[in-house]
């Protein structure tokens, strides 16, 4: 079973900081692998040594993700190889110019069985290229997938709805973006972290991709801010516990919600 | 008819549906057309959104058995195409945002995902909605046409809407999908009843939290608020304590109650994102320097392990006066 | 000259800081320790992990890794879970004896064993009466056909009852030299004849210290590791690499006790502002931050010297002795910044406090460090 799996690669949210002025800067955040992705890179690594085959890693976006420690984390949590579409017309791409570049990035690698995401990315999590992929592909793809069995010449999948859960049967190749809990990722170690240097990294253009130019973008990012704080009244009760709960407990009857 | 001015809204939840409805006619105030509610069900939930304040009704039919709703898809492309609405506005819900996401990708734009609120830059659209784990909040424009937007339960509020006069039923023809998902089976899941976004009162334990058989004290707290029991997420998929319905968050439930209580949470933007707009935000942690003590109405100082049981026989002896 | 860690090293050690938040968290290291109990689970997680695969020769499941490596690992290890880092510290020393010394056979089963979670081999050397001394030891070794049998005493004993095997020092009482007439044993811990008595310690709660007492322990002569009347300069060989590990543990400690002491000036309010808007206590906060940033350095120098090839014979002792001491400085500073709290038992500082004290002794203490370093600062002085 051929596998490739989608990652983002993106500035950490935690190392956000916020500008006097309310503006945000990145600058001096990492880059990450996203939280998300790595559900996905783990539920792929389970499928290929359940059943065989290859894992390709994938990732498009500013020449700043072809690094070669992000490449490492990457393949030492287990894909065999990797891509990386990386020029800095991808940055800040939309969903949609991301989902045609990948979509021309697996058509590249070609007889592909399965696509596997995230269920979204870690920066913006839209949740939405997956779906876009698997369209753009003109194969199935479903989303909050919590569970992938191989089962004859395709795959048996359980989605984790809001009220119920899904077990739905389809035929390959599809694209699904499974959930955080369908696995916990593995951490990497050192065996791994070595031979991950050793792993192909394929760096692939846009005209690589027989795409001349980037997608155009459909939408534009007008504004990136810190949120607005809420105004809390940010009374503090210290005291003993008795005293403290007492004094909660008054607070709340006067707001009103016991 | 020319319908480019048009709003369409689509759920499956006809809770949410009613709700987009009403957010729709804030867009189509601006547009100047008319808000149309995308219905899939029996003929009788159709003529219902015109009661719900829908101007057109576009009606998709029953789901045929053994489909998925993901499978209106084609069906709702062609429309699009036939009709050029100016937008479509679809329920974030799990089927929703797959709907939302193959329909963009089919009509060449990108969804604007989990949208907060719109704005209006003359006659330019802007969508507000959080990114970087509840850490920014960025403000998108779309280039493209239509506008495809995806907004989640409790943004818009049904209450003030009028309803409509019923007008006449539009059906949708089906079109046949390329390929099909078997449906093997559906099973309710036990936990799923929770609905933490309609709950008046939530409590919510963090990692304050030492181990899992602790959860009783807060539960019981819970019950004496009348709340719903909810977590962060490491309670829920870190230890797995509680199930993952319940965690509050980025990935997880977004609600704004009356009160929200956090016992021994720290308060990442990732969790806050979830719960910031609650009407009052109380805080119980030893640590005053934590962020949801700073970021709360009443943030009390002391051991959860003291304070909350102090806190039970305090609701039961107002409760019993 | 390039302070910066490799890139597999940055891996390595995110991957580990990530492992011990989740096996090995606060709330779990302080009740173990409340109940004095090994951390079985999280040193099996460091197993499933890789960590104690690091340095081990990989025909034994092991992967490669340089001390400077293994000096990182040991301080991570020391700042979010000291236990680990003082366990994995004390095996360093057996195992690598066994490495460097053992047989095919026991090479396959210790280390082997090791990779996969067993317990590092305890260290059977101190005596009632051959403490810092070493060659005063008594414990015998009596050859009888193809066995060995062992009598004696050992103290201070450490991990000795949960091992599965105890590294034996036994003194050949014809020898004349004693430093040529000690040889060292694999003994397993299950050996008829042994008897543990646990010893009460002022900290080090998770791991147990043992008196073992020895009579006619029965084991296979093949059981004896290197060349017999070896076992003194075998031991030698690894005790610098062990004091090295004990100082990065340590080093991992001061910084979490830097770390708790910073968080708790910025937010405990003090006659109306935080505690560390105030002289007195930044200066303290400085010179702990000091030391961290020496200690630290130092013992990256000298793993560093240790993977060059070059002799660390006074240099090590010097750091163990500054580090010792620093981090008992700075983890006291950490009491003493959180004043009635840093005193209660519910914090982790006394917990550092306590467990940090015995690096002054244990390991080497200072006194016979400054035995070693004294006379080879000497010695090279007058060859220079």
């Not at chain 2, 949410?16 to 008319?34: P, Y």
């Not at chain 2, 036990?190 to 009783?216: H, I, T, Y």
Request: hydrophobic share 45%.
């Amino acid at each position: 079973m051929k596998i490739v799996v989608c990652a983002k690669l993106a500035p950490d949210a935690s190392d956000i900081e916020v500008r006097s002025d309310g503006s945000i800067s990145l600058d001096r955040a990492e880059w990450r692998i996203g939280s998300f992705d790595l559900q996905a890179i783990e539920a792929a690594v389970r499928l290929r040594d359940a059943h065989g085959g290859s894992v390709t890693a994938l990732s498009a976006g500013p020449q700043r993700i072809n690094h070669s420690k992000l490449r490492k984390d990457l393949l030492s949590r287990g894909p065999d190889e990797l891509v990386l579409v990386a020029e800095d017309v991808l940055n800040g791409a939309d969903t949609a110019v991301t989902a045609q570049v990948l979509a021309a990035a697996v058509r590249k690698i070609g007889a592909v069985d399965l696509v596997l995401t995230g269920e979204g990315s870690a920066d913006l999590y839209f949740q939405q290229v997956g779906l876009q992929l698997g369209e753009l592909l003109e194969v199935p793809a479903f989303n909050a997938v919590s569970k992938i069995e191989v089962k004859d010449s395709g795959v048996r999948i359980e989605r984790s709805l809001e009220e119920e859960t899904e077990v739905l049967e389809l035929p390959l190749p599809a694209v699904l973006a499974v959930t955080t809990d369908i696995h916990t990722p593995r951490l990497p170690n050192m065996k791994e972290i070595l031979l991950a240097a050793k792993k192909p990294v394929y760096e692939w253009s846009l005209a690589d991709l027989e795409l001349e130019n980037a997608p155009e973008p459909r939408v534009e990012a007008v504004s990136l801010r810190a949120p607005r704080p809420v105004e809390r009244k940010r009374i503090l009760i210290e005291g003993s516990p008795e005293e403290a709960a007492q004094s909660l407990a008054g607070y709340l009857v006067k707001e009103g919600v016991v | 008819m020319t319908d480019d001015k048009d709003v369409w809204v689509f759920s499956e939840k006809p809770a949410l549906q009613a709700e987009l409805i009403a957010g729709a006619h804030q867009l189509s105030a601006n547009t100047g057309g008319q808000v149309a509610a995308v219905v899939l069900g029996a003929r009788s939930q159709a003529e219902q959104a015109f009661d719900l304040g829908a101007q057109r009704v576009l009606w998709l039919g029953e789901l045929p058995s053994g489909r998925l709703v993901e499978d209106i898809v084609p069906t709702l492309v062609a429309a699009v195409q036939d009709k050029c609405p100016f937008g479509v506005i679809i329920g974030a819900t799990v089927r929703g945002r797959a709907v939302a996401g193959r329909l963009a990708a089919r009509l060449g734009v990108a969804a604007l995902a989990d949208v907060l609120e719109f704005q209006w830059d003359g006659s330019a659209l802007l969508a507000r909605h959080m990114v970087f784990g509840g850490g920014a909040v960025r403000i998108d424009r779309p280039l493209a046409s239509p506008v495809i937007a995806t907004i989640g339960q409790g943004i818009f509020e049904t209450g003030s809407l009028q309803a409509q006069p019923k007008g006449e039923i539009e059906p949708l023809p089906w079109v046949e999908p390329p390929w099909q998902a078997a449906v093997i089976e559906r099973r309710s899941r036990a936990v799923s009843s929770v609905n933490l976004s309609a709950a008046k009162r939530v409590v919510c334990p963090g990692r304050g939290v030492a181990r899992q058989e602790d959860l009783g004290l807060i539960e019981e707290l819970a019950q004496a608020l009348s709340a719903e029991m909810a977590c962060t997420r490491p309670l829920a998929e870190g230890l797995g304590w509680l199930p993952r319905e319940r965690y509050i968050g980025i990935s997880g439930a977004m609600i704004k109650p009356d009160l929200y209580l956090g016992v021994g949470v720290s308060g990442q933007a990732q969790h806050t994102i979830g719960m910031s707009e609650s009407r009052v935000v109380v805080a119980i942690n030893k640590d005053r320097g934590a962020p949801l003590m700073t970021q709360s109405d009443y943030a009390v100082e002391g051991d959860l392990y003291q304070v909350v049981p102090a806190l039970i026989r305090a609701l039961k002896a107002r409760k019993a006066k | 000259m390039d302070f910066r860690w490799t890139e597999e090293q940055e891996l390595l050690i995110q991957s580990l800081e990530e492992l011990l938040q989740r096996e090995a968290p606060e709330t779990l290291m302080a009740e173990l320790d409340a109940r004095h109990e090994f951390p079985f689970k999280p040193w099996q997680a460091l197993a499933d992990n890789g960590i104690l695969a690091l340095g081990i020769p990989e025909e034994y499941g092991g992967v490669p890794a340089d001390i400077t490596t293994l000096t990182l690992v040991c301080e991570t290890l020391g700042k979010y879970a000291l236990p680990l880092g003082i366990i994995y510290s004390l095996g360093i020393i057996t195992i690598r004896d066994i490495i460097q010394f053992g047989s095919e056979e026991i090479k396959a089963k210790v280390l082997g064993g090791f990779v996969r979670g067993d317990l590092p081999v305890a260290l059977g050397i101190t005596e009632p009466q051959a403490g810092s001394d070493a060659a005063a030891m008594k414990a015998t070794a009596q050859i009888d056909g193809d066995d060995v049998i062992f009598n004696g005493q050992k103290m201070y004993c450490t991990l000795a009852k949960i091992a599965k095997y105890i590294l034996l020092m036994t003194r050949d009482a014809q020898g004349t030299n004693p430093y040529a007439s000690i040889s060292m044993w694999l003994l397993p811990t299950d050996t008829p004849g042994l008897r543990f008595n646990i010893l009460n310690k002022v900290g080090w709660w998770t791991v147990p210290t043992y008196e073992v007492f020895i009579e006619n322990a029965r084991v296979p002569r093949k059981n004896l590791v290197g060349q017999f009347n070896s076992g003194w300069p075998q031991l030698m060989a690894n005790f610098e690499i062990e004091r090295l590990a004990l100082c990065a543990a340590s080093v991992g400690a001061a910084e979490a006790a830097l770390e708790d002491s910073l968080s708790y000036a910025n937010r405990r309010v003090q006659f109306g502002n935080p505690i560390g808007s105030y002289q007195a206590v930044q200066h303290i906060l400085t010179d702990m931050a000091i030391k961290n940033e020496n200690m630290r350095n130092y013992i990256y120098k000298v793993a560093w010297m240790m993977d060059q090839g070059q002799s660390v014979r006074h240099e090590h002792a010097m750091c163990k002795l500054y580090v010792a001491r620093a981090a008992c400085e700075v983890t006291d500073s950490a009491v003493q910044i959180m004043g009635g709290l840093g005193y209660m038992m519910d914090h982790r500082v006394q917990r550092l406090w306590r467990d940090i004290r015995l690096m002054r002794i244990g390991g080497g203490t200072d006194e016979i460090m400054y035995n070693i370093a004294g006379p080879q600062l000497l010695k090279h002085a007058r060859k220079s």
